[in-house]
């Protein structure tokens, strides 16, 4: 055997394949099934929520209307027609922003993981076939133990995503506040 390269049987070449190839390729599947289920999960409940309260506000809005004989403040009313209008309006942007966000982020992490992938692939695919041949480079065998390690790095959560969040629900915070500003405007011009 040459210096600093590794020799395998045909039985200890079975055993790599199926522990840094086959397992690893599994867990790559079942990393980005979880991921990607979990993550659209929280997703599509966020907009669920956001659409319902654009729903409300679209509903408070036309009953506002229904109460057009009743009102006693046309001032007040139209400023409550105004914010559940706005209201309406922001929903929208925050719904296309949402989707459009999270399209541009989805292709990002698609990226990051492709590129690891990849370069892991690489580098197994070098040393299977160095294994098969005369033996493979330990150095390269190093390189893929530090792949493999950096694997779990990658899945996790980043401080931009939080923000995401954290900017999601100050967003459905000001839908609400239109909501209810709208409401009590709107209430307000019926009994004063």
């Keep these: 055997m040459a210096e600093g390269r590794i ?3 045909e039985n200890e070449l079975e055993e790599f394949y199926t522990k840094l190839g086959s397992r690893h390729f599994k867990l790559q599947e079942e990393i980005f099934k979880e ?39 046309r001032y007040s009313f139209v400023m409550g027609e105004a914010f559940l209008f706005l209201g309406i309006l922001f929903g929208i942007y925050l719904v296309h922003k949402i989707y459009s966000g999270e399209l541009l982020s989805f292709q990002r992490a698609q990226n990051i993981h492709k590129k ?16 098969k041949a005369d033996g493979a480079n330990i150095a390269d065998w ?18 931009e995503e939080l923000d995401d969040i954290y900017r999601l629900k100050a967003y459905q915070r000001i ?3 239109f909501l209810a500003a709208g409401c009590f405007m709107i209430l307000f011009s019926i009994i004063f």
């Design 142 to 159: 190093e390189k893929l133990k530090q792949i493999d390690d950096k694997t779990i790095e990658i899945f996790d959560s980043k401080d």
């Design 116 to 131: 690891h992938f990849g370069e892991r692939n690489e580098f197994f695919k070098k040393i299977w076939t160095e294994l």
């Design 7 to 9: 020799k395998l049987t």
């Design 175 to 177: 839908l609400l506040y």
């Design 35 to 73: 991921y990607g289920y979990k993550k659209l999960d929280i997703y599509f409940k966020l907009i669920e929520f956001t659409y319902q309260i654009v729903t409300v506000i679209g509903v408070i809005a036309g009953l506002g209307f229904t109460a057009l004989s009743s009102i006693q403040n």
